[in-house]
């Protein structure tokens, strides 16, 4: 069974694209459900952020699975599109798309290389998989990897140094249009999610005079203001009222739709008596209609405009990349001998099961025949018939692993061969597959936990 990765990103598809196909956190569970129902596809992820939407699944075939993930996207996604989604797309088959989800995960694939915010957005993807039941052996081992090896490459290396992200390249752009020293300047951000409470955290260190944190939840506002212990925190209605009095709008929220339209900035600007106004929008969906920048007076920039600020601070990051792909390597060959070990599955399980149902017959046999054992030499006898069947079989199941994965072709043979020989009675397309019939979902969640 073939894995792939399904997706498009920021280096294939511009953010009025991405946004569009976004899918909210809110209803990823929900997706991931309709998801299980496509029959080619036997597990699946899927990677939602700012900068990409990634589907990574175990299909049971390539050209057909990856057509109903196709379709899925088509069914699922939300609003009227006017763009051609597949031709933004890309599909990754085998180890490139294994090792695509590595340099994603570690960050050196993200829109700002070593971003803090990816390794969790991953972390969330594949908790969310598990939750919809979509998640099987195959992607829980990867995912697994991939999160091992994003962790080591944040402990050690320096793709995560220096504090940059995607919001503080904003504060540092509204700088750079409204002069170094912000003092004397009012902020509203509009979000108390991660990125907003990241940017103003950072507005709180560059001392800008009045801080106005928005948010529909008045008490995530609240939170955020006193943990900087200065600020206005005010629900959503505000907003324009807000605005009216600001000189930079940071804005990043879930929206499915555009929170700042010309009609409700051009409001505040009348009582601005032409003082400018700059708004940084950080959201994917949009927070700000792009019509807003026809407003006199208002400059405004979005994510994809910052990729220029955000490169001439990334030098120290570029200088880890090949450590971090060092880590990405020795990771992705791990899962790779793995998954190549997997056609001995199915025959190992069976060989192993057959071998303790006959100790087990026997064993109960023998003390049948021998009531007077003791407890104690009844645990000797166990213990004596599982140390057989354990080095009887050790070498067999050792030397089909380490065939699976130096000659995958000759690995198969011989799990057909002792298949035969043992009578295991495994089908044919169980051992091509690398698996056993579907597992209960009891059974799966036992497996998950390992």
Same mark, same amino acid.
Not at 228 to 238: H, R, S
Not at 248 to 273: K, Q
Not at 287 to 313: A, F, G, M, S
């Given at each position: 069974?073939?894995l792939?990765?399904?997706?498009l990103s ?22 991931? @459900? ?8 036997? /597990? ?20 057909t699975?990856? /057509?109903?993930l ?15 989604m #597949? #031709? ?22 993200s829109?700002?290389?070593g ?21 099987g ?7 697994r990897?991939?999160? =091992? ?15 940059? #992200? ?6 540092d752009?509204?700088?750079q ?10 902020? &509203? ?5 991660? &990125?907003g409470? +990241? ?12 801080l ?11 939170e ?5 212990g200065?600020g206005?925190?005010?629900e959503?209605?505000g &907003? ?8 930079i ?43 807003? +920048? ?17 490169? @001439? ?9 090949? &450590? ?9 060959e ?13 025959v ?8 303790e ?8 046999r023998?003390?049948a025949?021998?009531?007077e054992?003791?407890?104690r030499e009844?645990?000797? @006898? ?14 067999v ?5 380490e065939?699976?994965?130096? =000659? ?7 799990a057909?061969l ?6 295991l ?17 009891a059974a ?7």
């Amino acid at each position: 069974m073939p894995l792939v990765c399904l997706g498009l990103s920021h280096h294939t598809a511009p953010v009025e694209v991405r946004e569009r196909h976004a899918f909210p956190a809110s209803k990823m569970a929900e997706s991931l @459900v309709a998801l299980r129902d496509y029959e080619m596809v036997h /597990e699946a992820v899927m990677v939602s952020t700012c900068g990409r939407l990634e589907i990574y699944a175990e299909l049971e075939d390539y050209e057909t699975g990856v /057509e109903q993930l196709k379709s899925f996207l088509r069914n699922f996604r939300h609003g009227d599109v006017q763009h051609d989604m #597949s #031709s933004y797309m890309y599909t990754l088959l085998g180890s490139q798309a294994t090792d695509h989800l590595f340099r994603v995960a570690t960050g050196l694939d993200s829109m700002l290389i070593g971003e803090a915010e990816i390794l969790g957005q991953i972390k969330d993807a594949y908790i969310q998989a598990q939750k919809a039941r979509s998640l099987g052996k195959t992607l829980h081992v990867l995912f697994r990897e991939v999160l =091992n090896a994003g962790k080591e490459a944040r402990s050690s290396t320096q793709i995560g140094g220096d504090s940059v #992200s995607v919001a503080t390249a904003a504060i540092d752009l509204a700088k750079q249009r409204l002069g170094e020293n912000l003092a004397g300047k009012t902020v &509203m951000v509009v979000g108390a999610g991660k &990125m907003g409470t +990241t940017a103003a955290k950072r507005l709180r260190i560059e001392g800008c005079s009045e801080l106005l944190v928005v948010n529909r939840s008045h008490s995530k506002a609240r939170e955020v203001v006193e943990s900087l212990g200065a600020g206005m925190a005010l629900e959503l209605p505000g &907003m324009v009222e807000a605005m009216k009095r600001s000189d930079i709008v940071v804005t990043s929220t879930g929206a499915s739709h555009f929170l700042l339209t010309p009609d409700n900035v051009a409001e505040a600007m009348r009582e601005r008596a032409e003082r400018p106004l700059f708004i940084v929008d950080i959201a994917v969906p949009r927070d700000v209609d792009p019509e807003v +920048t026809r407003v006199p007076n208002v400059h405004v920039t979005d994510i994809d405009k910052l990729k220029d600020l955000i490169d @001439v601070t990334l030098e120290r990051r570029r200088e880890a990349i090949p &450590m971090v792909e060092e880590i990405i390597a020795e990771h992705a060959e791990r899962f790779a001998r793995w998954y190549q070990s997997r056609v001995t599955i199915p025959v190992v399980s069976s060989l192993v099961q057959k071998a303790e149902s006959i100790r087990d017959a026997e064993i109960e046999r023998l003390f049948a025949r021998c009531p007077e054992l003791s407890e104690r030499e009844r645990m000797l @006898v166990t213990g004596a018939s599982l140390t057989i069947i354990s080095k009887l079989l050790h070498s067999v199941v050792t030397k089909l692993r380490e065939r699976a994965t130096s =000659n995958h072709a000759e690995a198969l043979t011989l799990a057909t061969l002792l298949d035969e020989l043992f009578d295991l009675r495994v089908r044919n397309e169980e051992i091509a597959a690398g698996r056993r019939s579907p597992m209960p979902q009891a059974a799966l969640e036992a497996e998950l936990s390992e």
